[in-house]
């Protein structure tokens, strides 16, 4: 339906018109479904993308594993605009999912009729049209669709709140699904608010959550702030983890350094702030051995930059070894004071304790002469005209 309607937009307005379909291989009708969108697409002249996914459920329903793999390919999309057809009964339902399962305003907001996927708008133009109105509209056009069978299976629960839950609803409450739809809009007007709200006590959070300011606000806008900390950052989580992660953040002795693990993801206390910090995988390998290269990739280890200088930075040979921290190395940073344990000035420097075991170490012939985050040793400064290298580590 959606389909028609933009092709008979095209001469009106200024736009190419496309359309992508994702095989997603699940039903023994998907090759014939497959070769209806090619039928309808050289009707209407309009050029076809046939995607075909493997949906990998990893833990997850089936429709959520078929949605993930549905929108990587959406995302890939070389577009400006993508629009997908759901309706106002489709929202109804969304919003009554989201309900039953916790949801927080952005949730129970629903589908927005537009928003960004990268760099692409993602476009609902349908969305204040019912399922009935499409399906007449479609009939009196002669059109052709597809059923999918698998739209009466009452096992999957959309499907049993779209043919039990919601009709009995709209027995006993008349135009239900338009008031859960017009619902969505107010829950995604108030959720905008809380962002706002979010930003004005956050202010600038780029650099993490200062506990202090956390502290002085109450603890539904605490929540609301780390809330958005951790959305931005792409981290949502149930408002139950907020309230857990707020408590120990907020509740561990001055000197302690808590940790809220989220998945992929670790909440932080560190210096008076909370920091997110993203997991990464533990380095494969622990030597690496410079030539001279401007760049050496340490893998997961991240990489090291190396610019030619003159009167500072590092003096080195053509060769160097760069290894992991092991613990136990010393470093003399300042020739006037004697050298001390890398454990020590790290702590000094206020290197986060999640850097410190990753920290880059570049020797020469078997000595220490420069490590991350803290600099040259003393033996290895060059003289005011003499050749150095600065050296800059960035973490994986």
């Known amino acids: 339906m959606l389909l028609h309607l933009l092709a008979g937009l095209r001469g009106e307005e200024d736009f190419q018109l496309s359309a992508v379909h994702v095989h997603h291989g699940l039903s023994a009708d998907a090759d014939a479904w497959a070769s209806h969108c090619q039928a309808v697409c050289a009707t209407l002249n309009v050029?076809?993308?046939l995607e075909r996914v493997v949906v990998k459920r990893a833990g997850q329903g089936l429709e959520a594993a078929a949605r993930e793999a549905r929108y990587q390919v959406f995302s890939s999309l070389a577009v400006d605009a993508l629009a997908l057809a759901h309706q106002r009964d489709d929202q109804a339902e969304t919003v009554l999912l989201q309900l039953?399962?916790?949801?927080?305003?952005k949730g129970l907001a629903a589908m927005p009729a537009e928003r960004a996927l990268g760099t692409i708008r993602l476009l609902r133009p349908l969305l204040d049209a019912t399922r009935g109105e499409i399906e007449a509209f479609a009939r009196a056009r002669g059109f052709s669709w597809v059923d999918d069978a698998s739209n009466a299976d009452t096992d999957?629960?959309?499907n049993a709140v779209r043919h039990h839950l919601l009709p009995r609803i709209d027995s006993l409450f008349p135009g239900a699904?338009?008031?859960l739809a017009r619902a969505a809009g107010r829950f995604a007007e108030s959720a905008g608010l809380l962002d706002a709200l979010a930003e004005l006590d956050g202010a600038d959070c780029r650099d993490g959550l200062e506990v202090a300011r956390l502290m002085a606000l109450d603890a539904a806008r605490g929540?609301?702030?780390l809330r958005r900390y951790l959305e931005l950052r792409g981290h949502p989580v149930r408002r139950e983890r907020l309230h857990e992660a707020l408590a120990q953040m907020l509740g561990?002795?001055?000197d302690a350094e808590p940790a809220v693990d989220f998945g992929a993801a670790t909440l932080r206390r560190f210096q008076g702030r909370l920091l997110l910090v993203e997991k990464s995988p533990p380095p494969t390998t622990r030597d690496w051995v410079w030539r001279g290269e401007t760049e050496l990739d340490l893998g997961?280890?991240?990489?090291?930059r190396f610019t030619?200088?003159?009167?500072?930075g590092a003096r080195l040979p053509s060769r160097a070894t760069v290894r992991l921290r092991t613990g136990g190395e010393r470093l003399q940073p300042d020739a006037r004071r004697p050298e001390r344990t890398l454990k020590n000035l790290l702590r000094e420097a206020a290197v986060p304790p999640w850097l410190r075991e990753r920290l880059p170490l570049l020797y020469v012939d078997g000595r220490l002469a420069w490590a991350a985050e803290l600099g040259v040793d003393a033996a290895f400064q060059p003289g005011p005209e003499e050749p150095g290298w600065l050296i800059a580590w960035w973490p994986a």
């Open 223 to 225: 929540r609301n702030l």
């Open 300 to 304: 997961a280890g991240g990489r090291l």
């Open 156 to 158: 999957l629960r959309r």
């Open 252 to 254: 561990a002795r001055a």
């Open 47 to 49: 050029p076809l993308r």
């Open 308 to 312: 030619a200088t003159t009167g500072e």
């Open 100 to 105: 039953f399962r916790g949801a927080g305003m």
């Open 177 to 179: 699904g338009q008031t």
